[in-house]
């Protein structure tokens, strides 16, 4: 009876030292994947800011690139009127002048 109560001991035993190994690989392994995840979380957040930084950039030469061919338009546009101003403005004034007279 004791050889069978000694052999169920260690039995026992070795079941507990099973388990106790098998949660630490667990534990390391919990590790490892939490560790491969920052790692992952970082690759990722890295590559979305260089992402954004070229859309960015982007976006940004084509808000520059519209405003200078707005600047151009209006530039055209103000010349293009001061033009026929230079041109009309006698006539211009002649008509408001009327105008004022027969009111």
Do not use: C, G, P, W
């Amino acid at each position: 009876m004791d050889l069978v109560i000694s052999r169920l001991s260690s039995i026992e035993a070795s079941a507990v030292k099973i388990i106790k190994a098998a949660d630490n690989e667990k534990k390391e392994l919990e590790q490892q994947m939490n560790e491969r995840i920052q790692a992952f979380d970082e690759e990722t957040e890295k590559a979305t800011r260089k992402q954004l930084d070229l859309i960015r950039s982007r976006l940004n030469d084509e808000m520059q690139k519209n405003l200078t061919d707005l600047q151009t338009a209006t530039e055209y546009a103000i010349r293009s009127i001061e033009n026929d101003y230079e041109m009309n403005h006698k006539k211009l004034a002649a008509e408001i002048m009327e105008k004022m007279i027969e009111e």
